[in-house]
Each structure stands twice: as structure tokens, then as C-alpha cells.
């Protein structure tokens, strides 16, 4: 049986199912005969998960995980909260077994929360709930997952990858992960990456499909699962993998080695982030500084917006993975389509040519400074840079760059820690931007072409809109002339030019891009090393002739094919 | 019984980190501490009925505080929420 799903963590992973449930098992409803003894029972169920919680939230502090941390930490608190323990032991004193007398009334905490109607508060159910499976759970005797502990070759089943179970996880045992819920940019998802393991998500009926100790195949790169296969499904993936399996052993020893052409001309390879804990990772998989830290994550899912000290916390630990490389991070970059409440961003029909990113932040010093400052007092603890999204015109460059000094003066005067030589970029990502970037290169110290909005606003196509998906590519000669004129402006005014978007780990076109002088490639973490190999195969000759017949060509697919086959040709050597 | 009414200051109110920083202070006192809010009687050692009472920035509320310790409770609760409750 094949089952599709989201590839979210490539790779081939071939192993046993084990289902891994959060949920505890049905509740019996009875009256214990002794009530002092069911109450002691309940305390101690409750002990015991508040020292379990404890300890996976200082397993997940260590790993840099701060927010999960933090959630687990809050769990502890809720649970032993006065109002819930005495209600609980009424209930019991009642006639309650402890496993009802939980649910009873962690339920009507869910409900009381629910029926707020405050956004916050309603998110906050959802912490009650997964604290009375987990109690619950105690209560019955149901350890606590603990994944570390599997056998080798499991493959791991479940409806979502919740914090608490990814402690402990490793490589090592685990073949592969399915869940019923997640997307490419979920927690499973990246969490999958990170540690390596072949993951397909998002299997909606994943749970009822599948069986404990089951034979399963999972093809992470392309997104299918394969229940109970044949001989022959086995000897074509056992194939596949093994084909893997060389390749990232073949990328391996590209680590440590510096990134540089057939010619030995060397180039930046830095790696996309969303967090400081990404950050370790990218570090760890040889990623020679962050080409773009985003810094959203420090300003979603809360009630107000961070301030100064906890963002220059969570910039200086990144900058600090670093040391002297480069870590360039991109201010707010936000709009209407994000939920983000207390910014109070009105609805609009067409978030993505709206109120956001640098439109929003120059209408809101207070918030916008406040980021800068923490930017450059981080910027004293490393190499750190300042980017500044969705750039259309030079006026908005100009005025950040006076809000930068206003910055610069305060922090003067309050005696701060600072670099007041931080280096501060832009994003090309507008086609406005692209075509006065010959001005643009004048008023700032780099550039990052942002490929992923420039080619949807170039080509004007939505890549979520599958009427019109086939309009959005890189490969567009439109795209492409854009992103050779930045390059060229750039270095005409004697700037660096890096690009951020996925086009920059395309094996396809980083000839083209080479030949039109393309100094820094930001990728995702996993595709550094394969990034560093691809940009060993050309030499500046080469590249400036395939760059030139591709441009000739008049269609995207056209382009698309003329540039695979040259890279088929010169992998085949 | 004494009583102090006030003005939450701080920009995320009684939400989950200062609400539990709030509860764990309160809770080395033995009188009651009650907030009133909006007509409710909010229990101020209980975690889970202050988030549910939605108490955000600029809310008027008034802290009672009842038992042996009463004035040293309620001290201690208009000091927190006057500082901000943990926020910087």
C-alpha cells in the first residue's frame, strides 16, 4: 500500500512501525475504595510528572530550544496550581478515582479558557489539555515516551512531534518519522531535519492506516510512505537508499574544506535561519555564517512585542555560535497575513503589496528602534549585520539609516555596549528595488537578493496558486536578467551581493549565478554541503558561457532544460 | 481585611509569565488574596483563574487581601504589579 504525504526530511528510511500515542488509554470510572490513599496516589502522579516535566525542559534549554522550554515550564505551574489540586481531591472525596477527578476538572479549566473568547487565553487550552493527557497518563502507568530507547530500525508514527517526545531523540535508532499532522515549516518537520531522519508528514489517517510492527518504507525526499512492501518495492528502495547513503557520505568530505570554484575562487556559503537553536545546527553542518536570520519568531505567538534586552539576548546568541564569521539579520518582516494581534495590523485583500515588513516598521519607530538597538548592541559580540526587507525606494533606505543614528546617539548616551560601524544591507526582493538597484548600491554596504518574493512579484504569480504556478520560476528570463543587473549594480558600486532565496541552492542554476558574480549563497542548513560540491564543478569560463546561451533562450523551461543537461553532463564526468 | 486599588501597568497584564510569577510570590503568604476585576472576584493564588480572568494592560482592578499576614500580602502585590510584573 502507498501512501502520500509531505516530504519533509529526505532521505530513505526502512524499518518496523512503532505507534507512539499521547493520549492516555480510556478511562475507567470507579470509586476507590480508599479515599486517602487515592488522594496520596494523585500526589504522587502529580510529583512525578512535575519531576519529568522539569527534566525535559532542562534537556531542551540545553539544546537551545528555549521556547519549548519555557512551555514545558509553564505546564508545571498550571498543574500545581493550588485551585486545580483542591478541586481535584474534592472530587476524589467525592467518590472520584483520581484519573476522573483529573479530567473533570483540567475540562472545565479548558472550557473556563475556551470561553474567554481571548485569542491568548483560547491558545493557552491547548497547554491544559496536553497536561491532562499527560498526567492522565501517569496516573495509568504509561511512561512518558521516551524515544531514546527504541529499538534500532523504528520508525516512528505519531499524530504530531510535541516537545516533550523529541527529547532524547537521535539518529541513530530511528529510520524514519510519519505523522498525521505538519508541514514543511512545522516543529516535526524541522525537527526531522535536524537530526537527519527521514520524515513524511501531514498523513492525515496515518494512525488508523498503519499497525505496531509493521514493515514500512519512508521516502522523505519525495513524500510517500510504503506499507508492508513487495520484494521487488524493497529491492528498489533498499537501492535508493544505498544511493543516498553514498551521496551524503560523497558531501561529507566536503566538510571543513572551504567553498570555492573549479578556478579555487572562493565564495560564501552561509546558511537561512529562524531561531538560535537553527542556528547550532547550521553550525554543525558547516555553514560558514547566517545569510539570513529572520527574526519573526521573536515577535509570534505572544501578547505584546519582545523588548529590547530579550531580543539582543536571542541576536547575541547567535552572533556568539559565529564568533568572527558573518551573521546577518533581517529586521521585521511581517503583515497582515501572520497572526500577530497586539501589531494591530488592519485585514487586507492583498497582504503581499500591503502594510508590512519596512512600510510597517517606519511607521512604528518605537517598535522598529527598539530592534535596531538590540541589532547593534548584539552586533558588539560578533559579526553582525542589519538587513532590511522589502526595500522600494531610496527614500525608505534614508530614513532607516537616520533612525539607525537616532539609535546610535541613544545608545551613546545610555553607555551601551555597540558596534556603530554595523554593516547594514537590503533585500532585493521587489522588482522596484531591482530597477533602481544602481542607486540603491550607493546608499548601503551590501545586498541580498531575495529570489522567493522577487520572482512571484516579477513574474506577477502567486506560488500558491496552482492556476498559475507554472508562471512562477527562477529559470524566467525575466527573473534572471533581474538578478544579473543586481549583481552588476552591486559591484559597480563596489558592494557585496549575496542571495538568500531557494534559487541559491539549485544545482541548475549556480553556474548561471556564478557567471553573473554572485559573492554569498544562502541555503538552508542540509544543502550547505551539497551547495559547496555544486559550486566546485564550474570554472569562471564555463560558467560565463552557459550563463549567456541559457540567457539566450526565450522561456523558463527552456532555460530549466538547457541548464539541467549541462549539469547532468558535468556530474557525469 | 485591607485593600488597594490600582492600575495594571505592565504590556502583557496578568498574562501566563506574569501571572505565574505573581502566584508564586503570593503563595508564600497565608491570607487570601483576592483581585477584583470587571465585578469578578478573581482568586489571586490560582494561576489557571488569573489567566482566565483576561486582566491586560491598563485594566483597574483592586487587591484584597484577608488573614494574618494581610498587609504584608497585599504590600508585597501592589509592589509586583506596580513594578511591572517581571517585564522589563
Known amino acids: ?216 518504507i519512508v521516502d522523505g525526499s519525495e513524500g510517500l510512505v510504503i506499507v508492508s512492501p513487495t520484494e521487488a518495492d524493497s529491492e528498489k528502495y533498499a537501492k535508493k537508499a544505498a544511493e543516498f547513503a553514498e551521496m551524503k557520505r560523497q558531501l561529507q568530505a566536503f566538510k571543513g574544506k572551504p567553498s570555492v570554484t573549479a578556478d579555487g575562487e572562493p565564495r560564501e556559503i552561509v546558511a537561512n535561519i529562524g531561531s538560535p537553536a537553527d542556528g547550532v545546527i547550521a553550525k554543525n553542518d558547516d555553514a560558514e555564517g547566517i545569510g539570513l536570520l529572520r527574526t519573526e519568531f521573536l515577535y509570534m505567538n505572544r501578547p505584546s512585542a519582545p523588548l529590547e534586552e530579550e531580543q539582543f539576548e536571542a541576536y547575541k546568541k547567535v552572533a556568539e555560535t559565529f564568533g568572527d564569521k558573518p551573521v546577518i539579520i533581517r529586521t521585521l518582516d511581517i503583515g497582515g497575513d501572520k497572526e500577530v494581534p497586539y501589531l494591530n495590523l488592519p485585514h487586507e485583500d492583498n497582504p503581499f503589496m500591503g502594510y508590512r515588513a519596512i512600510r510597517f516598521c517606519l511607521n512604528n519607530h518605537d517598535l522598529f528602534q527598539t530592534q535596531l538597538k538590540a541589532l547593534l548592541r548584539a552586533s558588539a559580540y560578533g559579526n553582525v549585520s542589519i538587513m532590511i526587507p522589502m526595500i522600494t525606494t531610496v527614500d525608505e533606505v534614508r530614513e532607516v539609516k537616520k533612525l539607525r543614528d537616532q539609535c546610535i546617539e541613544d545608545l551613546t548616551r545610555e553607555g551601551k555596549n555597540f558596534n556603530p560601524d554595523t554593516p547594514l544591507g537590503i533585500m532585493v526582493e521587489t522588482p522596484a528595488a531591482s530597477i533602481i538597484a544602481d542607486r540603491l548600491a550607493l546608499e548601503v554596504d551590501f545586498f541580498s537578493i531575495g529570489t522567493n518574493d522577487l520572482t512571484g512579484y516579477t513574474m506577477a504569480a502567486d506560488r500558491g496558486n496552482s492556476q498559475v504556478q507554472n508562471l512562477y520560476s527562477a529559470f524566467d528570463p525575466a527573473v534572471l536578467r533581474s538578478i544579473k543587473r543586481i549583481c552588476s549594480c552591486a559591484h559597480n558600486a563596489g558592494i557585496p551581493v549575496g542571495m538568500c532565496g531557494e534559487a541559491a541552492s539549485d544545482p541548475a542554476l549556480i553556474p548561471v549565478l556564478l557567471a553573473f558574480g554572485l559573492d554569498e549563497f544562502s541555503v538552508s542548513h542540509e544543502k550547505v554541503l551539497s551547495t559547496r560540491y555544486n559550486l566546485s564543478l564550474w570554472n569562471k569560463i564555463e560558467a560565463d558561457h552557459i550563463a549567456r546561451h541559457a540567457l539566450a533562450r526565450d522561456s523558463a523551461a527552456g532555460i530549466r532544460r538547457y541548464l539541467n543537461d549541462k549539469v547532468k553532463r558535468r556530474i557525469r564526468k | 481585611m485591607v485593600n488597594q486599588q490600582l492600575k495594571v501597568s505592565n504590556s502583557q497584564g496578568f498574562h501566563m509569565r506574569p501571572a505565574t510569577m505573581f502566584v508564586s510570590e503570593m503563595a508564600k503568604f497565608q491570607s487570601s488574596v483576592t483581585i477584583k476585576f470587571n465585578g469578578l472576584n478573581v482568586n489571586g493564588k490560582s494561576l489557571m483563574n488569573l489567566i482566565a480572568a483576561c486582566i491586560k494592560f491598563g485594566s483597574e482592578i483592586e487587591i484584597v487581601c484577608e488573614g494574618d499576614d494581610e498587609q504584608a500580602a497585599l504590600d508585597k502585590a501592589v509592589e509586583l504589579i506596580q513594578s511591572g510584573l517581571g517585564e522589563e
Open chain 1, 1 to 216: 500500500m502507498m501512501i502520500r504525504g509531505t516530504a519533509a526530511s529526505e532521505g530513505i528510511g526502512i524499518g518496523t512501525v512503532k505507534i507512539v500515542t499521547t493520549s492516555p488509554r480510556d478511562i475507567e470510572y470507579y470509586a476507590p475504595e480508599n479515599k486517602a490513599d487515592e488522594i496520596n496516589r494523585y500526589n504522587e502522579a502529580l510529583e512525578s510528572f512535575c519531576a519529568d516535566t522539569e527534566k525535559m525542559a532542562a534537556e531542551l534549554s540545553e539544546a537551545a530550544s528555549e521556547k519549548e522550554a519555557e512551555i514545558l515550564k509553564g505546564h508545571i505551574q498550571m498543574i500545581r496550581d493550588p485551585f486545580v489540586t483542591s478541586q481535584i481531591t474534592d472530587e476524589i472525596e467525592k467518590g472520584s478515582c483520581a484519573e476522573a477527578a483529573a479530567e473533570k476538572v483540567l475540562n472545565s479549566v479548558i472550557e473556563m479558557f475556551k470561553a474567554t473568547g481571548d485569542q491568548l487565553t483560547m491558545e493557552r487550552a491547548t497547554d491544559v489539555a496536553d497536561i491532562k493527557a499527560r498526567l492522565i497518563m501517569h496516573l495509568q502507568g504509561i511512561e512518558d515516551v521516551n524515544l531514546s530507547r527504541v529499538p534500532s530500525g523504528t520508525v516512528i508514527v505519531t499524530d504530531d512531534l510535541t516537545p516533550s517526545m523529541t527529547v532524547g531523540i537521535t539518529g541513530d535508532q530511528i529510520a524514519g518519522i510519519i505523522t498525521a499532522k505538519g508541514g514543511y515549516t512545522s516543529h516535526s518537520a524541522i525537527l526531522s531535519r535536524a537530526l537527519g531522519i527521514p520524515a513524511v508528514l501531514s498523513v492525515k489517517d496515518i494512525m488508523t492506516s498503519i499497525s505496531d510492527g509493521d514493515h514500512v
